[in-house]
């Protein structure tokens, strides 16, 4: 099984950008789709991007999805931040056999 | 409007089953894989099992294969978890997902049951 590993913690301050990233441990970043999920406190994972880059609808464009293959990692840039957007940031992807979220990453804004 | 509803939760023995159930709402549920998953206190999320859209292609995370049992009744819109010899680190909030076009990514989720196993 692989792994997904985030940075524990980041923080920001309003208007900044901060970009979160998630490595895979082995096999091929860009060969399986890579999902961002958003959890504030007290409430259920809600989907920010899918797919590697696309936003449901709802999700402000200021959230972006992307892959870079030579670091076999995926990032997920918020630009504009706004104190709504604290919370903890899962990325999750998978392989033949298994569904795998990273480790969470608690985006504060001060 | 689409709704993923958990019960079942409670507090259970080590070793004891619970079973929980995840009603949905507002989308066509036959035609969607669903999943569970499962976050530890103060933990990061960690999935646990996946069921086809027929229910009869199911796949589980190594450390719940031969406990947990998914299952869906399609005529009730409604999904299941059967959970036997249930230990302590199974304590957690269980959330329901609906898949959306890739069956290994979520797009709803639900508000979560907790199931607490201690003595």
């Known amino acids: 099984n692989f792994m997904l590993t985030q940075p524990h913690s980041v923080s920001e301050s309003p208007g900044k950008t901060v970009i979160i990233s998630c490595t895979r441990s082995?096999?091929?970043?860009?060969?399986?789709?890579v999902q961002w999920y958003q959890q504030r406190p007290g409430s259920s994972p809600t989907t920010v991007i899918y797919?590697?880059?696309?936003?449901p609808s709802g999700v402000p464009d200021r959230f972006s999805g992307s892959i870079d293959s030579s670091s076999n990692s995926a990032s997920l840039t918020i630009s504009g931040l706004k104190t709504e957007d604290e919370a903890d940031y899962y990325c999750?992807?998978?392989?033949?056999?298994?569904?795998?979220f990273g480790g969470g990453t608690k985006l504060t804004v001060l | 409007e689409v709704q993923l509803l958990e019960s079942g939760g409670g507090l259970v023995q080590p070793g004891g089953s619970l079973r929980l159930s995840c009603a949905a709402s507002?989308?066509?549920?036959?035609?969607?894989?669903m999943s569970w998953v499962r976050q530890a206190p103060g933990k990061g999320l960690e999935w646990v099992s996946r069921?086809?859209?027929?229910?009869?292609?199911?796949y589980y995370a190594d450390s719940m294969q031969g406990r947990f049992t998914i299952s869906r009744d399609n005529s009730k819109n409604t999904l299941f978890l059967q959970m036997n010899s249930l230990r302590a680190e199974d304590t957690a909030v269980y959330y329901c997902?609906?898949?959306?076009?890739?069956?290994?990514?979520?797009?709803?989720w639900g508000q979560g049951t907790m199931v607490t196993v201690s003595s």
């Open positions: 999750q992807s998978y392989d033949s056999s298994n569904v795998v």
């Open positions: 797919e590697d880059n696309q936003r």
């Open positions: 997902a609906k898949s959306g076009r890739l069956m290994e990514a979520f797009d709803i």
């Open positions: 069921i086809s859209t027929s229910g009869r292609s199911t």
């Open positions: 507002g989308f066509s549920f036959s035609n969607y894989a």
């Open positions: 082995s096999g091929y970043i860009a060969n399986n789709y």
